[in-house]
């Protein structure tokens, strides 16, 4: 074999059952995009060919993880499986104590009922839609210190999840350390790009905060994607299994919110993990209000034990490397033929750039939204967006605008092949071609709460 042939990033499985999907004509997807207010989130999956909505809770569970599912242990306290997830959180992760959530907005309510007071600020890596408005629904304001490099998607720098630490500096400065209950951090942002922290910036942050008493909570939900990185880009790491960065990450942490139906290979699931015993006496109150019993979280005990098989696989790097590779390449197709997206590539997904695909739509005519839609309508691959819309509204009810317009190709974990991401990039290149004669979208109706979700627009002539 030549020198140069690197070695392929191929699946460490093989199938073993498949999941048969409708084709539809694209006179079938445009009466289904109109019935949909040009919204993805509002679509039939049953319309969709390949579903790249979201990661979340759409990976392949392995035969080990059913396998679990059937020894579910289902009384209402004290069940097997939550005895299995709890160990296994201890050991992976090295958080002291656990606390099941139905996902993780579920523990993201509880951590901010619990830490939040009015008036409060939260720092963090970027925004997550649902962990700030948890944050605002409890009376505190967010704000953010990713740094600059984070809100421009050409740069390359590799650790675009990182804290600008002088960004949190001020704001220790201007609202004292009394009004920070904790700084939010993100393991793989979401909203940049699946952008990974460096294990030297959260070094540094841990410093920072430790000297002003201020805790760290670890938004984990992507932890072993951002393992990876540091893995495969960090100075010092290159020999490190992820599962030892994973740990590591943790450890410099003292809490964490998890949905587990990304990085944990399961369909539902999540948790709050921390170490001190007083946030979790009280959590562990609270998740009775809200979810269930301390032991069960609004889970059934066979979704523990899935989880809990979940999060040791999640954490071998054949798993991790197989997973971040597939990403890769449909990345490096997308951008052979042109399209652009967002650098360096992320870890769960390619982030189309609206903006420069789309450069005579203004933003408050949705790009990203707009993207979203036509590319359906080409091939029935269905993506979302992560824009304007995303970004809702302020406290006072203006729209945020946020820098980063982008359509999100997120992509499950053990669920397509090869030839699909081909597919997908071939749909991407064709509506690139075809960008000039594209129009944008109106906004005609809008909820309350996290819009993007249930939102309808209307095509503009
Ligand atoms: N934090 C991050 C970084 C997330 O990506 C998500 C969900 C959550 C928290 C909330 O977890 O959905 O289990 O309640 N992200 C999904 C997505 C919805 O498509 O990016 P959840």
Known sequence: MPKNIKHSWAEPYKMKMVELLKMTTPAQRKRALQEAGYNTFLLRSEDVYIDLLTDSGTSAMSDRQWAGMMLGDEAYAGSRNFYNLEKT???????????????????????????????????????????????????????????????????????KGNVDLNKLEKLIKKYGAKKIPYVSIATSVNMAGGQPISMKNLKELRALTKKHGIRIIHDMTRVAENAYFIQQKEKGYESKPVKE?????????????????????????????VNDWDVFEEARNLVVVYEGLHTYGGLAGR????????????????????????????????????????????????FVDAKKFLPHIPQDHFPAQTLAAE?????????MERGIVSAGRKPNGENYHPKLELARFTIPRRVYTQAHMDVIAESAARVYERRKQIKGLKMVYEPRYLRFFQARFEKLK
């Not at 619990?114 to 948890?134: A, C, E, Q, S, V």
């Not at 590319?375 to 993506?383: C, E, F, I, L, P």
């Open 303 to 350: 979704d523990m034990e899935a989880m809990a098989i979940g999060i040791h696989e999640s954490i071998s790097d054949d798993h991790i490397r197989a997973r971040v590779g597939q990403v890769i390449y449909l990345g490096n197709q997308m951008m052979n033929y042109g399209v652009p997206i967002v650098h360096p590539i992320g870890g769960h997904g390619i």
């Open 245 to 273: 960065i994973v740990k590591e990450i943790c450890s410099l942490t003292d809490g964490a919110t998890m949905s587990a139906k990304k990085d944990a290979l399961v369909n539902i699931g999540g948790f709050l993990a």
């Open 89 to 159: 959180v201890k050991e992976v992760y090295g958080y002291k104590y656990l606390v099941p959530t139905h996902q993780g907005r579920g523990a993201e309510n509880i951590l901010s009922k619990i830490l939040i007071k009015k008036g409060d600020i939260i720092p963090g890596n970027m925004y997550f839609t649902t962990t700030r408005l948890h944050q605002e629904l409890s009376g505190g304001k967010f704000e953010d210190i990713i740094i600059d490099e984070a809100h421009d998607p050409d740069n390359e720098f590799p650790f």
């Open 375 to 383: 590319v359906y309508q080409d091939s029935g691959v269905r993506t």
